[in-house]
């Protein structure tokens, strides 16, 4: 059966520090993998998305970047946190537009 | 831009009630998913729907996809404290999910 990990759970970051969120898939290939953020008790907002090793694309403009190394593997990263960063994010796959798996997410607070 | 709505935004009930959340698209998506989200954790798909007109069944949740595809509701029947949580409708598009901004249910035993 396909897993989802994604951490660390909590996180809490100065202001202007790097951030780096590490998320891997196991009993799948080749998957669909995506970074959402979330405020708190609203909708998910799509920040990245890929469908391939290498192959990234984003759906909003911000001081986030994301990258995928490895076919199973999606990482999250900034150079600089901001304040508005602070967000709950989850990582999620999918083989179709049908469904998307996530996982535990990660609840990041800038100070 | 692709836009879900979800109303109400609230919802709070006794157990036993029965309740209907919406979704509202202003796009027609190729299929459009439930999922259900409890606090500090990912969300969980409940279904997918593909077809307008189609009407699934999950024990006490009756999810309805509209004829033109663009809107869809969720009916619980005799809510449980159990069911409490965020609900989120998303629709689903050339390998993206699009999720509304969600119901948050408590229903109080």
Request: aromatic share 10%.
């Amino acid at each position: 059966s396909q897993t989802i990990h994604q951490w660390p759970a909590t996180l809490v970051q100065p202001v202007g520090s790097p951030l780096s969120l590490e998320c891997t898939v196991e009993g799948t290939s080749n998957p669909n993998l995506y970074w959402y953020r979330q405020a708190a008790g609203r909708g998910l907002q799509l920040l990245f998305y890929s469908v391939g090793i290498g192959q990234i694309s984003s759906e909003v403009p911000q001081n986030l970047s994301a990258s995928r190394p490895q076919d199973r593997q999606f990482i999250l990263s900034s150079k600089k946190l901001l304040l508005s960063d602070s967000g709950f994010y989850l990582c999620a796959w999918s083989a179709s537009d049908r469904e998307a798996f996530f996982g535990q997410g990660t609840r990041l607070t800038v100070v | 831009t692709q836009l879900l709505e979800q109303s109400p935004q609230f919802l709070s009930i006794q157990e036993g009630e029965n309740l209907t959340v919406y979704c509202n698209s202003s796009s027609v998506f190729s299929s459009l998913q439930w999922y259900r989200q409890e606090p500090g954790e990912g969300p969980v798909l409940l279904v997918t729907v593909v077809t307008g007109g189609e009407v699934k069944k999950l024990k006490r949740l009756t999810f309805q996809f509209g004829d033109a595809r663009k809107d869809s509701s969720l009916h619980i029947t005799a809510a449980q404290p159990g069911d409490t949580g965020l609900y989120l409708c998303a629709g689903g598009d050339f390998n993206k999910f699009y999720f509304g901004s969600g119901t948050k249910l408590n229903v109080k035993p």
